[in-house]
């Protein structure tokens, strides 16, 4: 069974910053790609960033410039970096990977629970 356990969501005055983290628990071989997807109120679930195994990113025109995704191989931990948020940034922000395991015969996706991410003064 695997896990992805978001923390780091909040409130935060618009300009502030957050930093989310996920880690990923369990039984499994290796991580493919990680990334981070919201979805606000009466909207789509969308594409936030991802970062491949090898440290490849990926960013929503929306974000670039402002947010910043990196991982930890060793700790299967993903993170964002959030700055210059904008009230348009609420969302409930979910974690996302691709997770092969031992003896296994296809990549296998897992969401986590996601975090609330709210941008208001």
């Known amino acids: 069974q695997v896990q992805l356990v978001e923390s780091g969501g909040g409130l935060v005055q618009p300009g502030g910053s957050l930093r989310l983290s996920c880690a990923a628990s369990?039984?499994?071989?290796?991580?493919?790609?990680m990334g981070w997807y919201r979805q606000a109120p009466g909207k789509q679930r969308e594409l936030v960033a991802t970062?491949?195994?090898?440290?490849?990113?990926n960013y929503a025109d929306s974000v670039k410039g402002r947010f910043t995704i990196s991982r930890n191989n060793a700790k299967n931990t993903v993170y964002l970096q959030m700055n210059s948020l904008k009230p348009d940034d609420t969302a409930v922000y979910y974690c996302?990977?691709?997770?092969?395991?031992?003896?296994?015969?296809?990549?296998?996706?897992?969401w986590g629970q996601g975090t609330q991410v709210t941008v208001s003064s």
């Open positions: 970062v491949s195994s090898g440290g490849t990113t």
């Open positions: 996302n990977a691709d997770i092969w395991f031992q003896g296994g015969s296809r990549w296998n996706n897992y």
């Open positions: 369990g039984s499994f071989f290796s991580i493919n790609s």
